[in-house]
């Protein structure tokens, strides 16, 4: 019994450190950089893709999942000799599915329907790299002969887009890109003066602390990205995906 109240005196300890570090790198740039550099460290298009590749992050609608869609659509628009590949769980048989809602979200910006191919089984990213592989082969149309030899242009969040760009590489594709589907901040100066607004006198007015009402919740949400984010590669790491 005192071994258990040890532990889990321990445990608590170690929490309440991580969550007032937390708290403290919120209020710093730290938590933006470091999503950033995720997303930068294997980003940048080395040479026309053969295969544009969704990774799947959400259903439709959500952020993530518009928010890939959105770039998928702007690299397929360029790249208009690529196929597009939407790898995402799903069942095909359902039209109303988010595979579908993806394909209509990439009809709807332009993208030809008939460059579209679904991967719809991958239910992490080493399954869909090994499923995409599997799906270029089959398809046996890559201009480079090989499913191993395709051209591939990954879009996903920039803190997954690390992890992805490894992943397929281990999986066998020799040639594989990315594109970090980043947010972009708004332009509009969003503060305020409270006292033209009405209220409480007696409450300060934070309509100039940015950082409080909007930037200090943002970092939070990265912070804990970036940790699902490092466990990942911790896993992948361990179990030789990467």
């Given at each position: 019994m005192k071994k258990a109240v040890k532990i889990l005196g321990a445990m608590m300890i170690v929490i309440g450190t991580l969550f007032t570090l937390m708290i403290i790198l919120a209020w710093t740039t730290a938590p933006f950089w470091i999503r950033y550099n995720l997303g930068m460290s294997k980003a940048g298009i080395h040479r026309p893709p053969e295969y544009i590749v969704f990774l799947g992050g959400g259903g439709m609608p959500s952020?993530?999942?518009?928010?890939?869609?959105?770039?998928?659509?702007?690299?397929?628009?360029?790249?208009?000799?690529?196929?597009?590949?939407?790898?995402?769980?799903?069942?095909l048989s359902d039209t109303l599915h988010s595979l579908y809602q993806v394909r209509?979200?990439?009809?709807?910006?332009?993208?030809?329907?008939?460059?579209?191919?679904?991967?719809?089984?991958?239910?992490?990213?080493?399954?869909?790299a090994l499923l995409t592989r599997a799906l270029l082969t089959k398809e046996n149309q890559d201009l480079s002969g090989g499913a191993r030899g395709s051209s591939l242009l990954l879009v996903t969040s920039p803190e997954h887009l690390y992890r992805a760009v490894l992943a397929f590489k281990k999986a066998g594709f020799l040639k594989v890109d990315g594109v970090p589907a980043f947010e972009q901040d708004i332009e509009t100066d969003l503060s305020f003066e409270s006292g033209r607004l009405g209220g409480r006198k007696y409450i300060p007015d934070v309509g100039d602390n940015i950082t409080m009402r909007y930037k200090f919740w943002t970092h939070l949400g990265y912070e804990i990205e970036i940790l699902r984010e490092v466990a990942a590669i911790a896993y992948y790491k361990l179990m030789g995906w990467i």
């Amino acid at each position: 019994m005192k071994k258990a109240v040890k532990i889990l005196g321990a445990m608590m300890i170690v929490i309440g450190t991580l969550f007032t570090l937390m708290i403290i790198l919120a209020w710093t740039t730290a938590p933006f950089w470091i999503r950033y550099n995720l997303g930068m460290s294997k980003a940048g298009i080395h040479r026309p893709p053969e295969y544009i590749v969704f990774l799947g992050g959400g259903g439709m609608p959500s952020e993530s999942a518009l928010m890939r869609s959105y770039y998928t659509a702007r690299v397929a628009g360029h790249y208009t000799r690529a196929k597009v590949i939407i790898a995402q769980p799903g069942n095909l048989s359902d039209t109303l599915h988010s595979l579908y809602q993806v394909r209509q979200e990439l009809v709807m910006r332009g993208i030809d329907s008939r460059r579209i191919l679904f991967e719809p089984k991958g239910t992490n990213t080493r399954a869909q790299a090994l499923l995409t592989r599997a799906l270029l082969t089959k398809e046996n149309q890559d201009l480079s002969g090989g499913a191993r030899g395709s051209s591939l242009l990954l879009v996903t969040s920039p803190e997954h887009l690390y992890r992805a760009v490894l992943a397929f590489k281990k999986a066998g594709f020799l040639k594989v890109d990315g594109v970090p589907a980043f947010e972009q901040d708004i332009e509009t100066d969003l503060s305020f003066e409270s006292g033209r607004l009405g209220g409480r006198k007696y409450i300060p007015d934070v309509g100039d602390n940015i950082t409080m009402r909007y930037k200090f919740w943002t970092h939070l949400g990265y912070e804990i990205e970036i940790l699902r984010e490092v466990a990942a590669i911790a896993y992948y790491k361990l179990m030789g995906w990467i």
